[in-house]
């Protein structure tokens, strides 16, 4: 089954709305544990409407991963149409500080990629094909930026970046019990920021 077959999120209310109860059960209990008639009660439609755009949940699924990746290469797209006459080590470290950003505002991304990370799976499979490869390849070629010396893995700095990027927010009940902070404000989404960006390449130049 392709990417064609992944509907898109409209204008139509009760689509974003099956969309936003979707992603907040793959994130909290899994592919295996969400339930269609859970998800459609959840998003207060009825459940043939939601079977009217995903009659499947491989389907749904699907939908959800599309819209988060998507939304991640659009954004990813304007910073680097916004910095083409920037250097490569600036438009790296903004890149870094934007994935932070990213990560506090769509924590689900990787709640859902560490369930699916799990175990090699068909759905597994798709996300490497379609979207975590593309998005490797892209961190890969910032890795002459990086801290010489070291992250000169490709694939160790891609998971540097994405664990110290979404942890905070990931765990973020854990994040508050143990700093009294909310990780989400916008001080300490700014904080993390600089810090995965000054332990990825170092201090910035004056």
Not at 26 to 55: C, D, K, M, P, Q
Not at 67 to 78: G, N
Not at 152 to 176: C, V
Request: with cysteine; hydrophobic share 45%; glycine share 6%.
């Amino acid at each position: 089954m392709g990417r064609k077959a992944v509907a898109k999120p409209s204008s139509d209310e009760g689509l974003r709305r099956i969309l936003y109860a979707a992603r907040a059960a793959f994130a909290n209990v899994g592919f295996e544990g969400a339930s269609l008639r859970a998800i459609s009660a959840e998003a207060g439609v009825l459940h043939t409407a939601l079977l009217y755009h995903f009659n499947t949940k491989e389907l749904l699924w699907r939908a959800v991963m599309a819209e988060i990746f998507e939304d991640l290469q659009v954004r990813v797209a304007k910073r680097m149409a916004q910095m083409r006459t920037a250097g490569k080590g600036a438009r790296a470290r903004q890149l870094v500080r934007d994935f932070v950003h990213f990560c506090a505002e769509r924590p689900e991304l990787h709640r859902i990629m560490t369930i699916e990370g799990r175990s090699d799976t068909p759905r597994l499979a798709w996300l490497v094909k379609n979207y975590t490869k593309p998005l490797f390849d892209a961190v890969a070629a910032t890795a002459p930026q990086a801290r010489a010396g070291v992250f000169t893995d490709p694939i160790r700095l891609f998971y540097a970046i994405i664990g110290l990027a979404a942890s905070t927010f990931t765990l973020a009940p854990e994040y508050k019990r143990l700093s009294g902070r909310d990780p989400f404000s916008a001080k300490e989404i700014e904080a993390t920021a600089e810090l995965v960006e000054t332990l990825i390449f170092g201090p910035a130049k004056a």
